[in-house]
């Protein structure tokens, strides 16, 4: 069984340019989550998303982030106009869905943007 | 919403010591404790959790301990090798929540 798998690893983007992350999850998982961390900081929370639906997005800046997971195919993390600071390591993780075993969330090895 | 605190933000043990990083909480509906390793470059790996009917639980040299009244869960290395060193994150939660909150983390250097 594949684990998560995001592309691209690696990304460089020019100021107004636009990123694209996308991310697989894992077989039979229908629920991901998006994180950013910055360099020696933490994981902090940006979407989570079923299939077809945004769950929640309390921490997505509301302009130029978007984020989708269709019925078929990765979920997309969408950084429009881009600027040095998304500069950051992007990951994604996903599970088999709520309930007890819900929070067991399996991480991709990330996507690293860099702004420059 | 929950508030995630670790302690210490970083440690460094000699090799062969024992390692504890403390992870206090403060939503009580919190049920799911794990904790998270992240080595440089990667992404976090889940290492060991415990729900909340439980008080322990141990797998080879690494145990989590929950004490849910004070609202804390600590992981525990023992025996520690070089391969231990990395970023520990844990992450309490509800089955019923929408989104997952990560501590901080705690960079633990082994030293030979």
């Known amino acids: 069984n594949a684990g998560v798998m995001q592309n691209p690893r690696h990304l460089v983007r020019r100021r107004g340019q636009e990123a694209r992350l996308r991310c697989s999850p894992m077989k039979g998982h229908s629920h991901v989550y998006w994180y950013r961390q910055l360099p020696e900081e933490g994981l902090k929370f940006m979407v989570y998303?079923?299939?077809?639906?945004?769950?929640?997005e309390s921490g997505m800046p509301k302009e130029r982030f978007s984020a989708e997971f269709p019925k078929e195919g990765p979920s997309i993390l969408r950084i429009q106009q881009v600027v040095r600071g998304d500069s950051a390591a992007y990951f994604c993780a996903s599970s088999p869905g709520a309930g007890a075993s819900g929070n067991t969330i399996y991480f991709g090895e990330g996507s690293w943007l860099t702004v420059v | 919403g929950e508030n995630v605190e670790q302690h210490p933000s970083t440690l460094s043990v000699q090799e062969g010591d024992s390692a504890v990083i403390k992870c206090t909480y403060s939503d009580s509906a919190s049920n799911y404790f794990p904790w998270y390793k992240q080595e440089l470059g990667k992404g976090p790996q889940l290492i060991i959790d415990?729900?909340?009917?439980?008080g322990e639980k141990k797998d080879q040299r690494i145990a989590v301990t929950l004490n849910k009244t004070a609202k804390h869960f600590s992981l525990h290395i023992t025996e520690t090798q070089p391969e231990d060193s990395a970023v520990y994150f844990c992450?309490?939660?509800?089955?019923?929540?929408?989104?997952?909150?990560f501590g901080s983390g705690t960079r633990l250097s082994i030293r030979p």
């Open positions: 992450a309490p939660g509800d089955s019923s929540a929408s989104k997952i909150i």
């Open positions: 998303l079923q299939k077809e639906n945004i769950i929640d």
């Open positions: 415990i729900r909340s009917n439980v």
